[in-house]
């Protein structure tokens, strides 16, 4: 359950630092709630106490994990909105040249 549990807080917590890190009042409660869960309760490991104290670079790792884990979904997703970009432009290239040759006509 502590792993559920750290797979879950690290990131929230993370970005909570990262989102609030100038707000004095609110990094003192996160730094409070730390450790709270280290000393007292045991809520997270000695490791995922070094990931919390270390929020910046926990953050980024935390990004670039969901990147690699979900990179078959993302690339699937940006080729078919590549697409979708191209037929557009395809169909304002037409019209395009229809109202070019449309005004030619009518002169």
């Known amino acids: 359950m502590q792993k559920a549990l750290e797979e879950m807080v690290i990131p ?5 630092k990262v989102l609030e890190a100038a707000n ?3 990094t003192a409660k996160l730094n409070k709630l730390l450790n709270l869960w280290e000393t007292k309760s045991n809520y997270v490991s000695a490791g995922a106490a070094d990931k ?20 078959v979904v993302v690339s699937q997703i940006a080729q078919n909105i590549q697409k979708t970009y191209e037929s557009y432009q395809a169909q304002h290239t037409l019209f395009c040249q229809h109202v070019t040759q449309s005004i030619k006509v009518g002169h």
């Open 24 to 26: 004095d009042d609110h």
């Open 12 to 16: 929230m917590f993370c970005y909570s």
């Open 52 to 71: 919390l104290r270390n929020y910046g670079q926990s953050w980024i790792e935390y990004q670039n994990e969901l990147i690699t884990r979900h990179a």
